[in-house]
Each structure stands twice: as C-alpha cells, then as structure tokens.
C-alpha cells in the first residue's frame, strides 16, 4: 500500500530542493539576449562588461547544479526536509510556489525570453506564497 501522505510530504520536500535550485540558477547565469553570461565574470580590463559564454559551459553549470548539487544535498538533508514540510502549516503553498517557479524557469530559461512583467510578477508571487508561508507560521 502507497502511503500518500508520506508522499505529499516528500514531494513538498523536493519542491523545497527545486526552489533552491531555482535561486542557484538566478545567481549563477543569466541570458541578456546577446548570449548566455556568468554574473560573476568580467572582461579583461573592462570590469562592467560580461563575456558570452560558450553553450556547453553554461549547460555544464546548470547541470552541475541540477543533477548533482541539489540531488546530493537531497540525499543529506532530504528526510529532514520531509520533517520540516510535516511540521508547517498550510505546507501546501509551498508546492504552489514551487509550480509557479516552474513555469517561470521554463519561460525565462528554456524559452530563453528576456525579462518582462510577467516574468517579475511571477517572481514576485513565488516568493510572496513562500512569504506569507513563512509568516503563517513564524510569525503568527
């Protein structure tokens, strides 16, 4: 027999890794339409300027950080992880704002689209989910 709360509380666990992983990939690369960047990387002489990197390099870093970083620190920390999404309450939002940050890293990453507004509104709403989680049971 599946234990599906057990389940529910291991998915809200990797949805905790995913969010992670997302902010990972916000502070490491980015695109600025000219091609892909490291923000921590600057030109010779030129300290405001970022060189494109070649494709493979970024593919190796988001692959670095999704399929090994993350998935180690997974298996470390990830039944403390489960612990902790059983102790929040309404641990529900979590799995929402995990959804919505899929579908931006989809659309900025994957599709590769420069920032607009509805980009930043998801951002915005990911971490206000994450926030007023955080307030319900923190704070309250």
Known sequence: MVDLIGLYNQ?????????IEQILLLIVVYNDGAGWKFRFSTVEDYTNLRPVQATWKVAFVIFLI??????ITGYFFFDSLVNYAKSL???FLVLFSALIGA???IWH???GKDWNIPQ??????????????FYINYVK
């Open 120 to 133: 930043i509104l998801l951002i915005i709403l990911e971490f206000l989910i994450l926030g007023i989680l």
């Open 66 to 71: 999704s399929l090994i970083i993350i998935p």
């Open 89 to 91: 309450q309404y641990n």
């Open 109 to 111: 990453y994957a599709v």
């Open 11 to 19: 998915l809200i666990a990797g949805s905790f890794l995913f969010i």
């Open 103 to 105: 579908f931006f890293i």
